[in-house]
């Protein structure tokens, strides 16, 4: 997040983003959304730490010709709350996203629900189909990670993350540097082609780190990332029996490939990994790419369990 980004050039924004659909949880919190598409299945995305909906932009396009596509921002992130009492644990974002998903499978009866999640966001869908299991909820019937965080023990955070989880020192960093270059510096690390980090990609990152609230659901939400809750979570992943799809980039600096061949060993229900040629942010670098596979994986529909050890498929270039 530092370094010579913060030197860079900094053209002009577009307008900043306006809320677009509001779900209202308990407590005065809430979530804003975006729903496009008509088709005869859904999709429900969740984006990762510090991002927004907008980090679906660029696919959404792509899936919402044949699905409908919600994208949200979760609690203290975009244009939805930033409540100060919100802990931004892993238990609360996932019954935010549960209340959503009854929401969404109330909205759309018949219909097939697939939660998608990104990085972090990847920790909140598994997560979240955890604790569906312990409700009794059969509300998604599918899943897909994007280069997602399952087994926080392993992870070895970046120094420019390792940064934010010390109180003082975090909000010094996020008060001093500017928005835009903090934004476009995470991004670029994201990127294997940084030079596909977008002006605008740049901005409507930027434009949510210092709202009111901002800096304070950065903070707590990295601190997250190896609490014991977490840790115990990925204990339960074996538990998720429906049909997943691993995606991962296969150059991801943050999250290695050894989060993927984990995830495919212990959910019983993976389809084999797929690497993509990519960093962090696959749905973000190659969009269209990543679409595909996507695409591809929902058309398939139940199949049986796998229990081998993952069988990798390059897709890219």
Not at 264 to 280: D, K, M, N, S, W
Not at 291 to 310: D, M, N, R, S, W
Request: a negative charge; aromatic letters at 8%.
């Amino acid at each position: 997040m530092l370094g010579a980004a913060i030197g860079h050039l900094q053209a002009a924004c577009p307008p900043e983003r306006i809320p677009e659909n509001t779900f209202p949880l308990p407590q005065g919190v809430y979530i804003n959304y975006r729903l496009t598409g008509n088709g005869d299945s859904v999709i429900v995305a969740l984006h990762g730490f510090g991002g927004s909906l907008n980090t679906w932009d660029g696919i959404e396009p792509f899936l919402s010709a044949d699905h409908r596509f919600y994208a949200i921002d979760l609690p203290g992130f975009g244009l939805s709350a930033h409540p100060r009492h919100f802990g931004y644990t892993l238990k609360e974002q996932s019954e935010a996203v549960a209340a959503f998903l009854q929401f969404v499978h109330d909205e759309n009866p018949g219909r097939k629900i697939t939660l998608m999640g990104h990085s972090f966001g990847g920790s909140i869908a598994i997560a979240t189909a955890v604790l569906l299991l312990d409700r009794r909820k059969d509300l998604v019937d599918s899943l897909i990670l994007i280069d997602a965080l399952g087994f926080p023990q392993i992870v070895h955070l970046p120094l420019q993350l390792n940064i934010l989880r010390v109180p003082v020192l975090s909000h010094l960093v996020l008060h001093l540097v500017p928005a835009r270059s903090l934004a476009r510096s995470a991004l670029e690390s994201g990127m294997y082609r940084r030079e596909r980090v977008t002006n605008e990609q740049v901005c409507r990152f930027a434009q949510f780190i210092n709202v009111p609230g901002g800096h304070d659901s950065l903070v707590r939400t990295i601190q997250q990332i190896r609490t014991p809750e977490a840790v115990e979570l990925s204990a339960r992943i074996p538990e998720i029996g429906i049909a997943t799809l691993i995606v991962w980039g296969s150059h991801d600096s943050l999250l290695s490939p050894d989060q993927a061949e984990l995830l495919h060993r212990a959910l019983p229900a993976a389809r084999p990994v797929v690497f993509i040629e990519t960093g962090h942010l696959a749905h973000q670098e190659l969009p269209e790419d990543t679409a595909k596979l996507i695409q591809e994986f929902l058309a398939q529909g139940p199949k049986q369990t796998f229990h081998e050890v993952p069988k990798v498929v390059r897709f890219g270039s």
